[in-house]
């Protein structure tokens, strides 16, 4: 897991539980080409691994999460956190490939 000072856990799933949270309209597009699920999508940000870090990200710091759908297929989930307001925003969501991953679907490969 990474640790990010933007990154504090508790405080994404205190703001995902309370609905705080908003769907970029490009994350809407991606989820129906890919056919993914907002539950899904949602599960991962909870309960899932932040896996990079984008912290001097604009206008908010945001992060890579990684976790696996429930028919186990693995799941990246894009977002970002306004650490004064408390919101989550969803950027976007996909299925990792091996091209661009290593077999832990968490690692990088190199480019």
Known sequence: MVKAEFWQQDKWKDA??????????????????????????LNILITGDCIEAYP???????????????NGSPLHVVASYDVE????????????DLAHFKS????????
Do not use: C
């Open 104 to 111: 832990d679907f968490r690692t990088r490969r190199n480019r």
């Open 16 to 41: 995902l539980n309370n609905e705080r949270y908003s769907w970029q309209e490009h994350a809407i597009v991606r989820l129906m080409e890919r056919e993914i699920s907002q539950v899904q999508v």
């Open 85 to 96: 307001q408390h919101w989550v925003y969803i950027i976007t969501a996909y299925e990792p």
């Open 56 to 70: 001097d990200d604009k206008p908010f710091p945001g992060g890579l999460f990684f976790g696996r759908q429930a």
